[in-house]
């Protein structure tokens, strides 16, 4: 009971949704599609004319669909406000004031209140749009029937928009989570390679140290402060990686590179047949672009043997040039398309921001003749400081 109190005052803290969208090309089809309706509904009913009410009223409070996302109460207000006052000139003078039919494409700003809105100008909007549809209905001594049947409607748009508000938020926070766990694995390739070099820093350091007597003593001096910062940094970045972990425990095996791409042919006892191939120099390679790499293989791996129908063949390839390296991995399966598009699958997302945090970028998609294929392309220094 105490949680059902609180609702309200919590709904009234919902902020709007993000990046609502202003009126664009396909919103300015659909008012010039709605005015063109109307004006066809004028035309073929009888009981109006060009001169009716009806049409001026309605075509006027069309363009609100225009802003219904980015200014939802706004429009909100604008439609209910004109149709109480219509309401409330029908009860005061008793005249008949039918709507166009086509005023019902109108329901798409309660959609787009419970879609886009705060949730002060949900609050507001709702308390506007059942006061001005009471007196709406009312005016026009409906039905119960009909009274039903008009709330349930109205009910409908704002509840398919609350439903899509949901469903978004869920998507993003799925997403975000990939995101998330995406750097967590980074943070820990990068720990592992930038802290291999620290420590040959240090010990590098401490050595020079320990030979320093017979060395000028200015020396001495550079070496002191050498094995100082080195350590320094190197506590400080394990505390970083510590806090990106949230208190997991840390997989101390080295982390594979490209060298290690052999291991993902073993063949399992049912699956495609895996072969790779490696060419270019990769001696100088930056070890994160290299352990990104095999992730990136690794995944797409995973994915072909998951979702490719009936494939014999995973081909992974590694070539490498004076800037780059690039890879693609593809698979021979069936040509489909009730396979999902890339930009659906949270696993491609991770794949897609291990790239880009590595200055790189990674794409997939079907194949011309069958299959699919992964390509990445990644700077061989690593991102850009």
């Known amino acids: 009971m105490r949680q059902a109190r609180c609702l309200p005052r919590l709904a009234g803290f919902e902020p709007s949704a993000p990046r609502p969208p202003g009126p664009g090309k396909r919103d300015w089809v659909l008012l010039g599609v709605l005015v063109a309706i109307g004006l066809l509904e004028v035309a073929a009913r009888l009981d109006r004319s060009w001169t009716s009410a009806s049409l001026v009223v309605g075509v006027a409070l069309m363009p609100t669909v225009l802003w219904r996302r980015s200014r939802p109460l706004l429009m909100i207000s604008i439609l209910f406000g004109a149709t109480a006052a219509i309401a409330l000139a029908r009860l005061l003078t008793g005249s008949d004031f039918p709507a166009l039919y086509t005023a019902v494409s109108l329901l798409l700003l309660p959609y787009s209140l419970l879609r886009w809105g705060a949730g002060r100008e949900v609050m507001m909007g709702a308390a506007l749009m059942l006061a001005s549809a009471s007196l709406r209905l009312l005016s026009e001594r409906a039905k119960v029937s009909d009274v039903i049947g008009g709330f349930a409607v109205l009910l409908s748009a704002m509840a398919l928009g609350a439903a899509v508000r949901y469903r978004a938020r869920a998507r993003s926070h799925e997403i975000e989570q990939v995101k998330m766990r995406e750097r967590e694995q980074l943070a820990r390739d990068l720990h592992d390679t930038v802290a291999h070099h ?30 100082t910062e080195a350590s320094r940094t190197l506590t400080e970045m394990r505390a970083m990686v510590r806090l990106l972990r949230r208190d997991e425990s840390a997989d101390l095996a080295p982390n594979p590179r490209i060298a290690d791409l052999e291991r993902l042919t073993q063949r399992p006892a049912e699956g495609p047949e895996i072969h790779v191939d490696i060419s270019g120099d990769l001696d100088d390679l930056s070890p994160s672009v290299s352990a990104a790499i095999y992730r990136l293989a690794q995944e797409s791996i995973t994915n072909a043997r998951r979702h490719a129908r009936h494939a014999t063949r995973i081909d992974v390839g590694v070539t490498a040039d004076d ?35 590595l200055g790189g970028t990674c794409h997939a998609g079907p194949n011309p003749e069958r299959g699919w294929a992964v390509t990445a392309v990644l700077p061989r220094k690593g991102p850009a400081t």
């Open 323 to 357: 800037a780059s390296v690039r890879l693609r991995v593809s698979d021979d399966g069936d040509p489909t398309h009730a396979r999902q598009p890339a930009s659906a699958g949270y696993g491609l997302l991770g794949m897609i921001e291990r790239a880009e945090l």
């Open 198 to 227: 620290v420590s040959a820093i240090a010990i590098r350091a401490q050595a020079g140290l320990a030979t320093a007597p017979t060395n000028p003593e200015a020396a001495v001096d550079a070496l002191r402060v050498i094995a």
